[in-house]
Nanobody, 121 residues
Framework: VQLQASGGGLVQPGGSLRLSCAAS????????VGWFRQAPGKEREFVAR????????HYADFVKGRFITSRDNAKNTVDLQMTSLKPEDTAIYYC???????????????WGQGTLVTVSS
């Protein structure tokens, strides 16, 4: 499956963005999807994950209450709604698909190219 992440951009602190991960080649319903991010000079870190049918979601502590991930398997897309954004949320955000619902990047087989989110005034 090929993944294409989009929706990044520049936003002020406290603002919102909605990222989208579009799948092609295979149906996204066969895969759990994870969101990860990598800030400049830092390692890639887990942000959120969603099960194949969308009934289970899990979030990193630093985004709980601010980010929500959802999916529309009929449209072959997974979204990440981000609110109350902070400067420390600045990073390249990646979506990834895999057979296992995991917080570990190495357990995901397919990755999108990433989309840059910059939170700055």
């Amino acid at each position: 499956v090929q993944l294409q992440a989009s929706g990044g951009g520049l936003v002020q602190p406290g603002g919102s963005l909605r990222l989208s991960c579009a799948a092609s080649g295979r149906t996204i319903s066969n895969y759990a999807v994870g969101w990860f991010r990598q800030a400049p000079g830092k390692e890639r870190e887990f942000v959120a994950r969603i099960s194949r049918d969308g009934d289970m979601m899990h979030y990193a502590d630093f985004v709980k209450g601010r980010f929500i991930t959802s999916r529309d398997n009929a449209k072959n897309t997974v979204d990440l709604q981000m609110t109350s954004l902070k400067p420390e949320d600045t990073a390249i955000y990646y979506c990834a698909a895999g057979r296992t619902l995991s917080i570990y990047s190495y357990e995901y087989d397919y990755w999108g190219q990433g989309t840059l989110v910059t939170v700055s005034s």
